[in-house]
């Protein structure tokens, strides 16, 4: 089938965008035909921006059996595939991999094992908060694969959407439009029992306790260096402004920090926008 991503039909302008640049639009064709069923027992990190996915991959790859890239690939949003990079991969190795590769899960699939075997460890975690909008794309090409969604309120999440420059969902209207989109996506799941929902706030109050649940769901045991924060900020992503507190010790004190630092405005606006996601995912409005 042709590969299709949110509100990503063929409409009239990318016809013409395909037109005027056929070896760019030829290029790219096999890897949105999509034709591969991934066999692999990936772990996909996604959630709304902000909710705690950089942290929650961070304590993951502290595992000695996870491996992963840094920084968020965007892989399933991907545009253009014959220009990857990745630090983890040099150029020719991935030059070979992109030739070699069927379609877009195929890529993926080769270049999870590049990185597994390179990082000596035997599963690939991945993060892209917005794969959350891909959720049933991954469900179904990726089968054996877990997903673990990060969720948080999402006015504390939009407070450190405006501490972070990169983040570029900045204004309260953007960042609740994607953070509503995201709850949806997760209450759409069609196989829930492949999906964990894990509250920010619980991770940074419980840490041990949320993450010996995850493990478990994932069919690992928790190692007790995935607690300790100088194994999970071994992440370059702690030196990134905006994920500066990896080098910190898990603490739950932005937790709940909207109903002081938010304006009356915004938190209007955004529970206009998200409300009803908010209570669905038990937040309270007030």
Same mark, same amino acid.
């Given at each position: 089938?042709?590969e299709s991503s ?20 030829? #290029? ?19 959630? $709304? ?18 491996? *992963?890239? +840094? *920084? =968020?690939?965007?892989?399933?949003f991907r545009r ?9 991969? +040099?150029? #020719?190795?991935?030059?070979?991999? &992109? ?29 892209? $908060? ?11 090409? @990726? ?5 673990? @969604?990060m969720i948080r309120? *999402? ?46 706030? =619980?991770?940074?109050?419980? $840490? =041990? ?10 069919? =690992? ?31 739950? #004190?932005?937790? *709940? ?11 209007? &606006? ?17």
């Open positions: 089938m042709v949110l509100n990503r039909s063929l409409t009239s302008l990318r016809i013409r965008k395909a037109l005027s640049n056929p070896v760019f639009a030829l #290029q790219n064709l096999k890897f949105n035909w999509v034709r591969k069923t991934s066999t692999a027992n990936h772990i996909f990190v996604v959630g $709304p921006p902000r909710s705690g996915t950089t942290l929650m991959v961070s304590m993951l790859k502290a595992h000695s059996h996870l491996a *992963g890239i +840094d *920084g =968020e690939t965007c892989f399933f253009n595939f014959t220009d990857i990079k990745y630090p983890e991969i +040099d150029d #020719q190795t991935m030059k070979k991999l &992109i030739a070699s590769a069927t379609d877009m899960v195929d890529l993926f699939d080769m270049i999870a094992s590049e990185v597994v075997t390179a990082q000596n460890a035997s599963r690939f975690v991945e993060k892209t $908060p917005e794969h959350a909008l891909r959720l049933n794309f991954l469900l179904e090409r @990726f089968p054996k694969a877990k997903i673990v @969604f309120d *999402g006015r504390d999440g939009y407070l450190s959407a405006l501490r972070n420059p990169k983040v570029k969902v900045n204004t309260v209207s953007l960042y609740g439009e994607i953070w509503k989109l995201s709850v949806r996506a997760y209450l759409k799941a069609t196989q829930q029992e492949r999906v964990k929902l894990i509250r920010y706030e =619980e991770l940074c109050s419980n $840490p =041990e306790i949320v993450m010996t649940e995850v493990m478990s769901f994932l069919d =690992e045991s928790l190692q007790i260096t995935q607690l300790a924060s100088n194994s999970y900020s071994k992440t370059k992503m702690r030196s990134v402004i905006g994920h500066q507190r990896l080098n910190e010790k898990i603490s739950n #004190q932005t937790v *709940g920090q909207w109903r002081e630092k938010m304006s009356n405005q915004d938190v209007e &606006i955004f529970n206009t926008i998200a409300g009803e996601e908010l209570q669905k995912m038990g937040y309270s409005l007030v």
